[in-house]
């Protein structure tokens, strides 16, 4: 088993959608997270960096981790074109597989 | 500052010839990984260093990857031989600590064995 989960899609929606990615898990020493995004040919780079439980919120960007069930989340609000990019989540150094978003004009 | 920077970006050899790729981290950071991507097995962490010592190499997959960290602003990751199923995209990043830090990467090289 992966020490991080992730659905690799591929995610296609409409400009304007709510985009909810998710991950999960296994080692419940993990305290930090970070979403990463990575255009075509190009490096990831970082998005959102959490620690603990809860919410963070960086413009239309929110990312949430629940460690009672060992779930890390990332929404996108009002979703643009621009935003078609492949999302990892990560923990210190193990990252997910990815999941590719493609938003649609 | 420039970011960390990898060469070359592109790099096409043949099977059993010997390749090596290098990295250049950010200036200040004191770890520095070194990642492979496939769409079979996404980012892969293959081996990190810290202040320049390896910390970790249990991702190398075999006796064939060699990586070096000669000095804090410089690290090459060698393959000898090189074999078809090497080909993929290997990622430098660095990091100010080894462990819970926000890791910046390069772009890449894409490395194609034919």
């Known amino acids: 088993q992966k020490e991080v989960e992730q659905d690799p899609g591929p995610l296609s929606v409409p400009e304007g959608a709510i985009v909810s990615l998710n991950c999960t898990y296994s080692n419940s020493a993990f305290q930090y997270f970070m979403w990463y995004r990575q255009y075509s040919r190009k490096g990831p780079e970082l998005l959102m960096y959490t620690y603990s439980s809860g919410n963070k919120e960086d413009g239309r960007f929110t990312a949430q981790v629940d460690k009672s069930s060992k779930y890390i989340s990332l929404f996108i609000r009002d979703s643009q074109p621009s935003d078609s990019a492949t999302y990892l989540c990560?923990?210190?150094?193990?990252f997910g597989a990815g999941t590719r978003l493609t938003v649609k004009p | 500052d420039a970011g960390v920077i990898q060469s070359p970006r592109h790099e096409v050899t043949e099977m059993g010839q010997e390749v090596t790729l290098r990295c250049k981290p950010i200036s200040g950071h004191n770890s520095l990984f070194w990642y492979r991507q496939t769409m079979m097995r996404g980012l892969e962490l293959l081996i990190y260093f810290n202040n320049n010592v390896p910390i970790d190499d249990s991702g190398m997959p075999e006796d064939r990857f060699s990586a070096k960290m000669p000095n804090a602003s410089f690290s090459t990751l060698k393959i000898q031989p090189s074999e078809p199923r090497d080909s993929a995209v290997y990622f430098c990043?660095?990091?100010?600590?080894?462990?819970?830090?926000?890791?910046?990467f390069g772009s890449g090289t894409q490395l194609s064995v034919l």
């Open positions: 990043a660095s990091s100010l600590a080894a462990t819970n830090e926000k890791l910046f």
């Open positions: 990560a923990n210190d150094m193990r």
